[in-house]
């Protein structure tokens, strides 16, 4: 994804709009998963041959296809970026990051924790996100002007709870196999074991959580830019904090800190900064 680009700036009419659009593509694109959920699905492995795995369905691509075609129609200079179906390059300054069933391990196993991940960002950050779980109907959307959680005609502003301490933190992550290198696992092991209570397998909905006060951290690595870009908005939205272990910027992927508090982001930093790539 290109980065180092001007920085554009949306007033609130353009993002009210822009949210609007991001809710309206992540229903197109629940239409086309749902008949996939729960049901007899060829699952193909896109890390085949490399010794991973790495899950990917036709309700993944069409859904994405169904989102590209819908934002080339209604905003065909503005660029896409996709899991599935790759670089549509911008020509005026915004691009739509697009995870079409983020958390594909979760959605082909018939459980709850995957959803459809929207951005839109300007080449250097992503400036509203959206996540929609189209079964139970939630939608999570955020932005500079705040955060939402929204079901049917039900809305409530998310807001991040306090933590001070890593003792007293909920601590999530997708897996613990996502740490490949020892210095990632001891890292993560020694602020796991400190932690008051450690759970995995969120994937998007541990982020959405924590945006809405029920968890306190999340901490994951080997991430790619559109697992991470569409919650960013909606963490910071509810007053928290994304960033590498380094301390810096989370938009890219790879090693990623979300913090509820920002007590609780710098002693995490502490304990995670020696592991991270470069450190």
Not at 252 to 260: E, H, K, S
Request: net charge neutral; charged share 25%; proline share 5%.
């Amino acid at each position: 994804m290109p980065e180092n680009r001007r920085s554009v700036v949306l007033d609130d009419r353009a993002l009210i709009e822009f949210t609007a659009f991001a809710a309206r593509l992540a229903e197109i694109a629940g239409l086309a998963i749902l008949p996939y959920f729960r049901a007899p699905l060829d699952i193909q492995n896109k890390a085949a041959g490399a010794g991973g795995y790495d899950p990917v369905t036709i309700a993944d691509r069409d859904a994405e296809t169904a989102i590209r075609d819908e934002i080339s129609r209604v905003y065909p200079g503005h660029g896409i970026i996709g899991e599935e179906h790759g670089v549509k390059p911008s020509r005026d300054g915004l691009t739509w990051i697009i995870d079409p069933i983020d958390g594909t391990r979760a959605f082909v196993i018939g459980q709850l924790h995957w959803g459809v991940l929207i951005a839109l960002s300007d080449g250097n950050r992503p400036l509203m996100g959206l996540m929609h779980q189209p079964f139970t109907g939630e939608t999570f959307t955020g932005s500079r002007r705040g955060s939402e959680w929204r079901r049917g005609i039900d809305r409530r502003a998310l807001r991040t709870r306090r933590c001070a301490r890593i003792e007293d933190a909920a601590v999530c992550a997708t897996d613990p196999a996502m740490f490949k290198s020892g210095a990632e696992r001891d890292a993560f092991r020694g602020l796991a074991a400190r932690s008051r209570m450690r759970r995995y397998g969120g994937d998007c909905y541990s982020y959405c959580l924590l945006a809405a006060g029920l968890i306190d951290l999340v901490v994951e690595a080997g991430l790619q830019p559109y697992d991470i870009q569409p919650v960013i908005p909606i963490i910071e939205g509810a007053g928290g904090i994304v960033s590498s272990w380094s301390g810096g910027n989370a938009a890219m992927g790879g090693q990623i800190l979300a913090a509820g508090d920002a007590r609780a982001h710098r002693l995490a930093l502490e304990m995670l900064s020696p592991a991270a790539v470069g450190a």
